[in-house]
Protein backbone atom coordinates (compact mmCIF):
# COMPACT_ATOMS: atom_id res chain seq x y z
CA UNK A 1 0.00 0.00 0.00
CA UNK A 2 2.94 2.54 0.46
CA UNK A 3 4.53 1.72 -2.49
CA UNK A 4 1.23 2.70 -4.19
CA UNK A 5 0.28 5.52 -2.43
CA UNK A 6 4.09 7.05 -2.80
CA UNK A 7 3.46 6.29 -6.77
CA UNK A 8 0.04 7.97 -6.62
CA UNK A 9 2.21 11.17 -4.33
CA UNK A 10 4.64 11.61 -7.71
CA UNK A 11 1.22 12.39 -9.64
CA UNK A 12 -0.16 14.43 -7.61
CA UNK A 13 2.68 16.32 -6.59
CA UNK A 14 2.16 17.62 -10.13
CA UNK A 15 -0.28 20.35 -8.67
CA UNK A 16 2.45 22.20 -6.80
CA UNK A 17 4.37 24.25 -9.06
CA UNK A 18 7.99 25.37 -8.62
CA UNK A 19 8.43 29.00 -8.65
CA UNK A 20 10.22 28.78 -11.80
CA UNK A 21 6.92 27.49 -13.38
CA UNK A 22 5.03 29.87 -10.85
CA UNK A 23 6.79 33.14 -12.07
CA UNK A 24 6.52 31.66 -15.62
CA UNK A 25 2.68 31.45 -16.06
CA UNK A 26 2.67 34.56 -14.26
CA UNK A 27 4.75 36.24 -16.17
CA UNK A 28 2.79 34.75 -19.39
CA UNK A 29 -0.59 36.35 -17.77
CA UNK A 30 0.64 39.61 -16.82
CA UNK A 31 1.67 40.37 -20.38
CA UNK A 32 -1.47 38.90 -21.86
CA UNK A 33 -3.34 41.09 -19.57
CA UNK A 34 -1.18 43.99 -20.32
CA UNK A 35 -1.98 43.40 -24.46
CA UNK A 36 -5.82 43.51 -23.17
CA UNK A 37 -5.21 46.71 -21.63
CA UNK A 38 -3.19 48.35 -23.76
CA UNK A 39 -5.35 47.34 -26.91
CA UNK A 40 -8.41 48.06 -25.06
CA UNK A 41 -9.43 51.71 -26.40
CA UNK A 42 -9.45 50.48 -29.67
CA UNK A 43 -11.25 46.88 -29.67
CA UNK A 44 -15.11 46.96 -30.15
CA UNK A 45 -17.48 46.97 -27.34
CA UNK A 46 -19.61 44.29 -28.94
CA UNK A 47 -18.65 41.91 -31.55
CA UNK A 48 -20.88 39.64 -32.85
CA UNK A 49 -18.93 36.61 -34.18
CA UNK A 50 -20.51 33.79 -35.78
CA UNK A 51 -19.19 31.03 -33.55
CA UNK A 52 -20.19 32.74 -30.61
CA UNK A 53 -16.93 30.97 -28.88
CA UNK A 54 -17.75 27.71 -29.92
CA UNK A 55 -13.92 26.97 -30.38
CA UNK A 56 -13.61 26.76 -26.54
CA UNK A 57 -14.92 23.22 -27.25
CA UNK A 58 -11.82 22.33 -29.78
CA UNK A 59 -10.35 21.43 -26.15
CA UNK A 60 -11.77 19.16 -23.71
CA UNK A 61 -10.60 17.86 -21.04
CA UNK A 62 -7.92 15.32 -20.77
CA UNK A 63 -6.28 13.27 -18.80
CA UNK A 64 -2.63 15.24 -20.55
CA UNK A 65 -1.80 18.94 -19.82
CA UNK A 66 -1.92 21.46 -22.23
CA UNK A 67 0.26 24.73 -22.96
CA UNK A 68 -0.55 27.50 -21.02
CA UNK A 69 -0.05 29.57 -24.55
CA UNK A 70 -2.30 27.36 -26.34
CA UNK A 71 -5.06 28.20 -23.55
CA UNK A 72 -4.07 32.02 -23.65
CA UNK A 73 -4.45 31.61 -27.71
CA UNK A 74 -8.19 30.19 -27.16
CA UNK A 75 -9.20 32.33 -24.48
CA UNK A 76 -8.12 35.37 -26.57
CA UNK A 77 -9.95 33.97 -29.71
CA UNK A 78 -12.84 32.56 -27.77
CA UNK A 79 -13.53 34.65 -24.44
CA UNK A 80 -12.14 37.96 -24.79
CA UNK A 81 -13.03 38.84 -28.51
CA UNK A 82 -16.81 37.34 -28.93
CA UNK A 83 -19.91 39.12 -27.55
CA UNK A 84 -19.73 42.03 -25.10
CA UNK A 85 -16.81 43.72 -23.65
CA UNK A 86 -17.83 44.88 -20.20
CA UNK A 87 -13.93 46.44 -19.54
CA UNK A 88 -14.73 48.87 -22.52
CA UNK A 89 -15.58 52.48 -21.82
CA UNK A 90 -17.20 52.54 -25.09
CA UNK A 91 -19.91 49.98 -23.76
CA UNK A 92 -23.14 51.73 -22.06
CA UNK A 93 -25.73 48.86 -22.31
CA UNK A 94 -25.78 47.41 -19.21
CA UNK A 95 -24.95 48.34 -16.08
CA UNK A 96 -21.94 46.81 -14.76
CA UNK A 97 -18.89 48.90 -15.24
CA UNK A 98 -14.95 47.82 -16.10
CA UNK A 99 -13.43 46.41 -13.09
CA UNK A 100 -10.69 48.28 -11.63
CA UNK A 101 -7.09 46.86 -11.75
CA UNK A 102 -5.99 46.54 -8.10
CA UNK A 103 -9.45 44.44 -7.64
CA UNK A 104 -7.75 42.09 -10.34
CA UNK A 105 -4.91 41.62 -7.75
CA UNK A 106 -6.61 41.09 -4.68
CA UNK A 107 -8.05 38.30 -6.36
CA UNK A 108 -4.96 36.74 -7.20
CA UNK A 109 -3.75 37.34 -3.44
CA UNK A 110 -6.99 36.05 -1.97
CA UNK A 111 -6.61 32.96 -4.40
CA UNK A 112 -3.35 32.24 -3.52
CA UNK A 113 -3.44 32.17 0.25
CA UNK A 114 -7.07 30.85 -0.34
CA UNK A 115 -8.43 32.07 3.34
CA UNK A 116 -11.57 30.91 3.87
CA UNK A 117 -13.77 33.97 4.97
CA UNK A 118 -17.16 32.43 6.14
CA UNK A 119 -15.95 31.97 9.94
CA UNK A 120 -14.62 34.25 11.98
CA UNK A 121 -12.72 31.43 13.72
CA UNK A 122 -10.95 30.32 10.45
CA UNK A 123 -10.00 33.79 9.42
CA UNK A 124 -10.51 36.53 11.81
CA UNK A 125 -8.44 39.30 9.82
CA UNK A 126 -10.35 38.06 6.37
CA UNK A 127 -13.71 38.25 8.27
CA UNK A 128 -12.77 41.55 9.75
CA UNK A 129 -12.01 43.05 6.37
CA UNK A 130 -14.98 42.06 5.13
CA UNK A 131 -17.45 43.28 8.46
CA UNK A 132 -15.34 46.88 8.01
CA UNK A 133 -16.22 46.96 3.88
CA UNK A 134 -20.00 46.00 5.14
CA UNK A 135 -19.69 48.95 8.41
CA UNK A 136 -18.59 51.67 5.63
CA UNK A 137 -21.40 50.90 2.89
CA UNK A 138 -23.50 51.37 6.29
CA UNK A 139 -22.12 54.13 7.23
CA UNK A 140 -22.89 55.72 3.73
CA UNK A 141 -27.08 54.22 4.03
CA UNK A 142 -27.13 55.74 7.86
CA UNK A 143 -27.80 52.99 9.34
CA UNK A 144 -26.43 52.41 12.98
CA UNK A 145 -24.26 50.60 14.83
CA UNK A 146 -26.02 47.41 15.40
CA UNK A 147 -26.12 46.77 11.71
CA UNK A 148 -25.05 43.54 9.36
CA UNK A 149 -24.91 42.61 6.66
CA UNK A 150 -23.00 40.11 3.61
CA UNK A 151 -20.58 40.28 0.75
CA UNK A 152 -22.68 38.41 -1.94
CA UNK A 153 -22.11 37.35 -4.90
CA UNK A 154 -24.29 39.99 -6.63
CA UNK A 155 -27.74 41.50 -6.35
CA UNK A 156 -29.96 38.86 -6.74
CA UNK A 157 -28.25 36.81 -4.26
CA UNK A 158 -28.55 39.54 -1.91
CA UNK A 159 -32.24 40.55 -2.79
CA UNK A 160 -32.92 37.12 -1.59
CA UNK A 161 -31.41 37.38 1.23
CA UNK A 162 -33.49 40.80 2.27
CA UNK A 163 -36.70 39.08 1.64
CA UNK A 164 -35.92 35.92 3.50
CA UNK A 165 -34.77 38.14 6.34
CA UNK A 166 -38.53 39.91 5.89
CA UNK A 167 -40.62 36.78 6.09
CA UNK A 168 -38.89 35.89 8.79
CA UNK A 169 -39.13 38.43 10.93
CA UNK A 170 -42.77 39.00 10.04
CA UNK A 171 -43.78 35.67 11.47
CA UNK A 172 -45.77 34.42 8.69
CA UNK A 173 -46.88 30.91 8.40
CA UNK A 174 -46.71 28.93 5.38
CA UNK A 175 -50.56 28.15 5.68
CA UNK A 176 -50.66 31.97 5.43
CA UNK A 177 -48.50 32.91 2.54
CA UNK A 178 -51.26 32.91 -0.20
CA UNK A 179 -52.76 35.98 1.66
CA UNK A 180 -49.58 37.35 2.01
CA UNK A 181 -48.85 40.91 -0.30
CA UNK A 182 -45.57 41.99 -1.23
CA UNK A 183 -45.85 45.47 -2.96
CA UNK A 184 -43.09 46.81 -5.78
CA UNK A 185 -43.57 48.10 -9.51
CA UNK A 186 -43.24 47.18 -12.81
CA UNK A 187 -40.02 48.61 -12.97
CA UNK A 188 -38.61 46.51 -10.44
CA UNK A 189 -35.82 44.24 -11.18
CA UNK A 190 -36.81 40.76 -12.71
CA UNK A 191 -34.18 38.91 -9.71
CA UNK A 192 -37.36 40.01 -7.07
CA UNK A 193 -39.72 38.10 -8.80
CA UNK A 194 -37.45 35.01 -8.97
CA UNK A 195 -36.31 35.41 -5.37
CA UNK A 196 -40.39 35.61 -3.96
CA UNK A 197 -40.29 32.50 -5.67
CA UNK A 198 -36.65 30.73 -3.86
CA UNK A 199 -38.24 32.28 -0.92
CA UNK A 200 -40.88 29.56 -1.34
CA UNK A 201 -43.63 32.63 -1.14
CA UNK A 202 -44.97 31.81 -4.71
CA UNK A 203 -48.28 32.20 -3.43
CA UNK A 204 -48.02 35.67 -2.08
CA UNK A 205 -49.52 38.20 -4.36
CA UNK A 206 -47.24 40.83 -6.06
CA UNK A 207 -48.56 43.81 -5.88
CA UNK A 208 -47.54 46.48 -8.87
CA UNK A 209 -48.20 49.86 -7.76
CA UNK A 210 -48.55 53.12 -9.86
CA UNK A 211 -46.24 54.83 -11.23
CA UNK A 212 -45.82 58.30 -11.94
CA UNK A 213 -44.62 60.11 -15.13
CA UNK A 214 -41.25 59.19 -14.30
CA UNK A 215 -41.39 55.53 -13.54
CA UNK A 216 -41.28 56.16 -9.79
CA UNK A 217 -43.70 54.48 -7.40
CA UNK A 218 -46.49 56.62 -6.38
CA UNK A 219 -46.66 56.68 -2.58
CA UNK A 220 -50.70 57.63 -2.45
CA UNK A 221 -51.45 54.60 -4.41
CA UNK A 222 -48.93 51.86 -2.17
CA UNK A 223 -50.95 53.69 0.68
CA UNK A 224 -54.38 52.87 -0.70
CA UNK A 225 -53.02 49.21 -1.77
CA UNK A 226 -51.73 48.44 1.57
CA UNK A 227 -55.30 49.82 3.18
CA UNK A 228 -57.36 48.00 1.14
CA UNK A 229 -55.44 44.46 1.38
CA UNK A 230 -55.83 45.04 4.95
CA UNK A 231 -59.71 46.13 5.09
CA UNK A 232 -60.24 42.86 2.57
CA UNK A 233 -58.15 40.40 5.07
CA UNK A 234 -55.18 40.06 3.04
CA UNK A 235 -51.32 40.32 5.33
CA UNK A 236 -49.33 43.00 3.91
CA UNK A 237 -45.81 41.69 4.13
CA UNK A 238 -43.48 43.58 2.32
CA UNK A 239 -42.27 46.89 0.58
CA UNK A 240 -39.49 46.48 -2.32
CA UNK A 241 -38.60 49.84 -3.54
CA UNK A 242 -36.00 50.59 -6.42
CA UNK A 243 -33.15 53.05 -5.55
CA UNK A 244 -32.22 53.35 -9.65
CA UNK A 245 -33.84 50.91 -11.50
CA UNK A 246 -32.05 48.85 -14.04
CA UNK A 247 -34.59 49.58 -16.99
CA UNK A 248 -34.57 53.45 -17.07
CA UNK A 249 -32.86 54.22 -13.67
CA UNK A 250 -35.71 55.96 -11.90
CA UNK A 251 -35.53 56.13 -8.18
CA UNK A 252 -38.47 55.32 -5.78
CA UNK A 253 -39.58 58.22 -3.39
CA UNK A 254 -37.48 56.53 -0.20
CA UNK A 255 -38.98 59.28 2.51
CA UNK A 256 -42.76 59.16 1.69
CA UNK A 257 -42.45 55.20 1.14
CA UNK A 258 -40.81 54.92 4.35
CA UNK A 259 -43.63 57.13 6.42
CA UNK A 260 -46.27 54.33 4.94
CA UNK A 261 -43.84 51.58 5.98
CA UNK A 262 -43.91 52.69 9.60
CA UNK A 263 -47.35 53.25 10.07
CA UNK A 264 -48.91 49.80 8.95
CA UNK A 265 -45.51 48.33 10.38
CA UNK A 266 -44.21 46.89 7.32
CA UNK A 267 -40.43 45.37 6.57
CA UNK A 268 -39.22 48.49 3.95
CA UNK A 269 -36.26 46.54 1.48
CA UNK A 270 -34.70 49.41 -1.08
CA UNK A 271 -32.76 47.19 -4.21
CA UNK A 272 -29.93 49.94 -4.61
CA UNK A 273 -28.06 47.42 -6.15
CA UNK A 274 -27.34 50.06 -9.15
CA UNK A 275 -27.72 53.29 -7.66
CA UNK A 276 -26.52 52.80 -3.99
CA UNK A 277 -22.94 54.33 -4.56
CA UNK A 278 -24.51 57.34 -5.84
CA UNK A 279 -24.60 58.27 -2.04
CA UNK A 280 -20.58 59.36 -2.39
CA UNK A 281 -22.44 62.64 -4.33
CA UNK A 282 -24.48 65.13 -3.17
CA UNK A 283 -26.82 64.57 -6.11
CA UNK A 284 -27.34 60.91 -4.76
CA UNK A 285 -27.83 61.99 -1.57
CA UNK A 286 -30.73 64.11 -2.25
CA UNK A 287 -32.35 61.80 -4.59
CA UNK A 288 -32.43 58.25 -2.12
CA UNK A 289 -33.07 60.81 0.78
CA UNK A 290 -35.03 58.52 3.11
CA UNK A 291 -32.82 55.23 2.63
CA UNK A 292 -31.68 55.27 5.86
CA UNK A 293 -35.39 54.67 7.20
CA UNK A 294 -35.20 51.38 5.29
CA UNK A 295 -35.44 47.83 6.94
CA UNK A 296 -32.57 46.40 4.54
CA UNK A 297 -30.73 47.81 1.48
CA UNK A 298 -28.96 46.10 -1.46
CA UNK A 299 -26.39 47.59 -3.09
CA UNK A 300 -23.62 46.14 -5.89
CA UNK A 301 -20.00 47.45 -5.29
CA UNK A 302 -19.56 45.73 -8.66
CA UNK A 303 -21.80 48.24 -10.47
CA UNK A 304 -21.30 51.64 -8.66
CA UNK A 305 -17.57 51.25 -7.21
CA UNK A 306 -16.55 49.79 -10.39
CA UNK A 307 -15.37 46.52 -9.24
CA UNK A 308 -15.52 43.06 -11.46
CA UNK A 309 -18.38 40.81 -11.44
CA UNK A 310 -19.16 39.08 -8.60
CA UNK A 311 -19.39 41.50 -5.66
CA UNK A 312 -22.65 42.55 -4.16
CA UNK A 313 -24.17 43.30 -0.57
CA UNK A 314 -27.21 43.17 1.52
CA UNK A 315 -27.54 45.22 4.92
CA UNK A 316 -30.11 45.49 7.70
CA UNK A 317 -30.54 48.02 9.69
CA UNK A 318 -31.14 45.52 12.80
CA UNK A 319 -28.65 42.91 12.17
CA UNK A 320 -29.51 40.50 14.72
CA UNK A 321 -32.58 39.95 12.48
CA UNK A 322 -30.48 39.05 9.66
CA UNK A 323 -28.75 36.67 12.25
CA UNK A 324 -31.59 34.86 13.22
CA UNK A 325 -33.01 34.25 9.48
CA UNK A 326 -29.59 32.71 8.39
CA UNK A 327 -27.76 31.27 11.38
CA UNK A 328 -27.50 27.48 11.78
CA UNK A 329 -25.13 25.49 13.44
CA UNK A 330 -23.50 22.05 13.00
CA UNK A 331 -22.27 19.61 15.12
CA UNK A 332 -18.37 19.66 13.56
CA UNK A 333 -18.52 23.07 13.63
CA UNK A 334 -18.29 23.38 17.65
CA UNK A 335 -14.30 24.77 17.45
CA UNK A 336 -15.27 27.92 15.59
CA UNK A 337 -17.23 29.02 18.96
CA UNK A 338 -14.68 29.95 20.65
CA UNK A 339 -14.56 32.74 18.55
CA UNK A 340 -17.48 34.86 18.25
CA UNK A 341 -15.81 38.55 18.40
CA UNK A 342 -17.62 39.38 15.14
CA UNK A 343 -20.14 38.22 12.98
CA UNK A 344 -18.85 35.53 10.90
CA UNK A 345 -20.59 36.04 7.34
CA UNK A 346 -21.75 32.65 7.00
CA UNK A 347 -24.23 33.08 10.01
CA UNK A 348 -25.17 35.74 7.82
CA UNK A 349 -26.41 34.26 4.11
CA UNK A 350 -26.92 31.09 2.87
CA UNK A 351 -23.79 30.58 1.52
CA UNK A 352 -21.11 28.71 3.69
CA UNK A 353 -18.29 27.98 1.40
CA UNK A 354 -16.78 31.62 1.24
CA UNK A 355 -14.43 32.84 -1.01
CA UNK A 356 -12.37 35.97 0.35
CA UNK A 357 -13.83 38.46 -2.18
CA UNK A 358 -14.26 41.56 0.83
CA UNK A 359 -10.31 41.56 -0.41
CA UNK A 360 -10.96 42.67 -3.83
CA UNK A 361 -12.73 45.92 -2.52
CA UNK A 362 -10.50 46.98 0.57
CA UNK A 363 -7.79 46.83 -1.44
CA UNK A 364 -8.36 49.87 -4.18
CA UNK A 365 -10.61 51.65 -1.50
CA UNK A 366 -7.30 51.47 0.30
CA UNK A 367 -5.14 51.77 -2.05
CA UNK A 368 -6.42 54.37 -4.36
CA UNK A 369 -9.11 56.29 -1.75
CA UNK A 370 -12.55 57.29 -1.79
CA UNK A 371 -12.13 60.43 -3.56
CA UNK A 372 -10.82 58.81 -7.29
CA UNK A 373 -14.10 56.69 -7.02
CA UNK A 374 -16.40 60.17 -6.12
CA UNK A 375 -15.36 61.85 -8.77
CA UNK A 376 -16.04 58.70 -11.25
CA UNK A 377 -19.39 58.87 -10.19
CA UNK A 378 -20.17 62.90 -10.15
CA UNK A 379 -18.41 62.51 -13.63
CA UNK A 380 -21.00 59.87 -14.59
CA UNK A 381 -24.36 61.66 -13.48
CA UNK A 382 -22.83 64.83 -15.42
CA UNK A 383 -21.96 63.02 -18.57
CA UNK A 384 -25.37 61.77 -18.65
CA UNK A 385 -26.93 64.80 -18.32
CA UNK A 386 -24.57 66.43 -21.12
CA UNK A 387 -25.80 63.02 -23.02
CA UNK A 388 -29.39 63.85 -22.18
CA UNK A 389 -29.38 67.39 -23.60
CA UNK A 390 -26.91 66.75 -26.78
CA UNK A 391 -29.31 63.82 -28.12
CA UNK A 392 -32.03 66.24 -28.28
CA UNK A 393 -30.10 68.53 -30.76
CA UNK A 394 -30.61 65.28 -33.09
CA UNK A 395 -33.86 66.42 -34.95
CA UNK A 396 -36.51 63.45 -34.99
CA UNK A 397 -35.02 62.38 -31.25
CA UNK A 398 -37.88 61.51 -28.66
CA UNK A 399 -36.64 61.62 -24.88
CA UNK A 400 -37.79 60.05 -21.91
CA UNK A 401 -37.49 61.91 -18.96
CA UNK A 402 -34.51 64.04 -17.63
CA UNK A 403 -32.24 61.12 -15.47
CA UNK A 404 -32.21 60.75 -12.06
CA UNK A 405 -28.81 59.02 -12.30
CA UNK A 406 -26.56 57.37 -15.30
CA UNK A 407 -29.05 56.10 -17.63
CA UNK A 408 -31.30 58.05 -20.32
CA UNK A 409 -33.92 56.11 -22.82
CA UNK A 410 -34.71 57.90 -26.43
CA UNK A 411 -35.88 56.92 -29.45
CA UNK A 412 -36.20 57.89 -32.93
CA UNK A 413 -39.54 58.67 -34.83
CA UNK A 414 -39.60 58.37 -38.23
CA UNK A 415 -41.56 60.21 -40.53
CA UNK A 416 -43.24 57.55 -41.49
CA UNK A 417 -43.26 54.04 -41.08
CA UNK A 418 -43.57 51.93 -37.46
CA UNK A 419 -41.26 53.49 -35.12
CA UNK A 420 -40.29 50.44 -33.15
CA UNK A 421 -39.43 49.18 -36.37
CA UNK A 422 -37.28 51.28 -36.83
CA UNK A 423 -35.19 51.49 -33.20
CA UNK A 424 -34.97 47.69 -33.82
CA UNK A 425 -33.19 48.52 -37.08
CA UNK A 426 -31.45 50.97 -35.28
CA UNK A 427 -29.79 49.18 -32.40
CA UNK A 428 -28.98 46.15 -34.79
CA UNK A 429 -27.01 48.73 -37.06
CA UNK A 430 -25.17 49.72 -33.24
CA UNK A 431 -24.66 46.21 -32.69
CA UNK A 432 -23.25 44.80 -35.70
CA UNK A 433 -20.86 48.21 -35.85
CA UNK A 434 -19.47 47.01 -32.42
CA UNK A 435 -17.62 50.28 -31.77
CA UNK A 436 -20.01 51.18 -29.15
CA UNK A 437 -22.40 48.73 -27.18
CA UNK A 438 -26.10 50.34 -25.93
CA UNK A 439 -29.14 48.12 -25.27
CA UNK A 440 -32.58 48.73 -26.07
CA UNK A 441 -36.10 48.09 -23.67
CA UNK A 442 -39.44 48.52 -24.33
CA UNK A 443 -42.32 50.43 -22.37
CA UNK A 444 -45.79 50.08 -22.62
CA UNK A 445 -45.28 48.05 -26.00
CA UNK A 446 -42.06 51.25 -26.96
CA UNK A 447 -39.16 50.57 -27.80
CA UNK A 448 -36.60 52.53 -26.58
CA UNK A 449 -32.22 52.57 -26.73
CA UNK A 450 -30.58 53.15 -23.34
CA UNK A 451 -27.49 54.73 -22.60
CA UNK A 452 -26.41 54.03 -18.97
CA UNK A 453 -22.80 55.41 -18.78
CA UNK A 454 -21.26 53.63 -15.74
CA UNK A 455 -17.73 52.54 -16.66
CA UNK A 456 -14.66 54.27 -14.87
CA UNK A 457 -13.47 54.27 -18.10
CA UNK A 458 -16.23 56.27 -20.03
CA UNK A 459 -14.85 59.79 -20.43
CA UNK A 460 -16.31 62.60 -22.98
CA UNK A 461 -14.66 61.26 -26.01
CA UNK A 462 -16.68 58.31 -25.64
CA UNK A 463 -20.06 60.05 -25.26
CA UNK A 464 -19.23 62.16 -28.06
CA UNK A 465 -18.39 58.70 -29.91
CA UNK A 466 -21.76 57.16 -28.68
CA UNK A 467 -23.33 60.42 -30.42
CA UNK A 468 -21.74 60.24 -33.46
CA UNK A 469 -22.25 56.97 -33.91
CA UNK A 470 -26.26 57.41 -32.85
CA UNK A 471 -26.16 60.16 -35.65
CA UNK A 472 -24.54 57.46 -38.42
CA UNK A 473 -27.31 54.85 -37.41
CA UNK A 474 -29.70 57.23 -37.62
CA UNK A 475 -28.49 58.29 -41.39
CA UNK A 476 -27.94 54.69 -42.40
CA UNK A 477 -31.35 53.32 -41.34
CA UNK A 478 -33.16 55.94 -43.41
CA UNK A 479 -31.32 55.64 -46.18
CA UNK A 480 -31.74 51.77 -45.84
CA UNK A 481 -35.76 52.14 -45.76
CA UNK A 482 -36.56 54.43 -48.09
Avoid at 185 to 214: N, P, S, W, Y
Avoid at 284 to 293: H, L, Q, T
Avoid at 462 to 481: G, T
Wanted: net charge negative; hydrophobic share 40%; charged share 25%.
Amino acid sequence: MKTQIKKLERQARKLELGAGDRTKLIDSAKAYSERFLEDLPEQPAHVEAENRGRGVYKLPFSEDSRPFPQLLELLDSEVDRPGLNPASGRHAGYIPGGGVYPSAVADFLAAVTNRYAGMFFTSPGAVRIENMCIRWICDLIGYPGNAAGNLTSGGSIANLIGMVAARDDSGIRSRDFERAVIYTTHQVHHCVIKAIKFAGLREAAIREVEMDDRYRMKAQSLKDHIEADKREGRIPLMIFASAGTTDLGAVDPLDDIADIAEKHALWFHVDAAYGGFFLLTEHGKEVMRGISRSDSVTIDPHKGLFLPYGLGAVLVKEGEKLYASQHMSANYLQDTLKATEEYSPADLSPELSKHFRGLRMWLPLQLLGIAPFRAALEEKLLLTRYCYKEIQKIEGIEVGPEPELSILFFRYVPDSGDPNDFNKKLVDYIHRDGRIFLSSTHINGTIYVRIAPLNFRTHLDEVELMLDIIREAIRHVKENSS
